[in-house]
């Protein structure tokens, strides 16, 4: 383990921050007592996130926003024996392009980032040299605007709660 620390002491924010100023390749685990992040790092950019107990998986956000009927998502889960990816397994089946996973998938990173800076405590682990699970799909957003965009969500949820 490279680097450890408490949540309470070095926020998510900052936490992202550092990676990103030491230019580090890694994983960020990120255990709030409820849920856990992973967040990978390559050269200080945030290329891949993702939280365990997500509200909504890929497959069920591309039907929600008519991207994908539900019937293509059911056929391709029914043929997926080897455990692949559901977006690989879309584009492989020409359901779906890799722009629009992209984009579908830097939307689910920016829900990952957006509940992850709200966390006020637990701990955080950082893995030199760990590489994102799918390294054919990262994405490509700054990290001050992805902290921006959970900081603004943060924002608008406080607003619609008052």
Do not use: C
């Not at 230019?23 to 960020?28: A, C, I, K, M, S």
């Not at 397994?89 to 800076?117: G, P, R």
């Not at 030199?128 to 054919?136: L, V, W």
């Amino acid at each position: 383990m490279d680097l450890e620390g408490n949540l309470s002491t070095f926020g998510p924010i900052a936490v992202f921050q550092m990676m990103n100023i030491a230019q580090v390749t890694g994983e960020l685990t990120i255990d709030n007592g409820q849920n856990s992040a992973r967040v990978y790092f390559y050269g200080g950019d945030l290329v891949f996130a993702e939280i365990s107990e997500r509200s909504v998986k890929l497959g069920e956000f591309l039907v929600q926003r008519g991207i994908v009927t539900q019937k293509q998502l059911d056929s391709v889960l029914v043929r997926n024996r080897k455990g692949k990816r559901i977006g690989n397994l879309l584009v492989e089946n020409d359901i779906l392009d890799k722009a629009t996973l992209f984009t579908a998938l830097e939307e689910q990173v920016k829900e990952v980032v957006s509940e992850v800076v709200r966390w006020e405590k637990g701990m955080f682990q950082f893995r030199t040299g760990k590489t994102a699970p799918n390294r054919e799909v990262v994405i490509n957003i700054p990290l001050d605007h992805l902290v921006l965009e959970g900081v603004k969500r943060m924002d608008e949820e406080g607003d619609a709660k008052e």
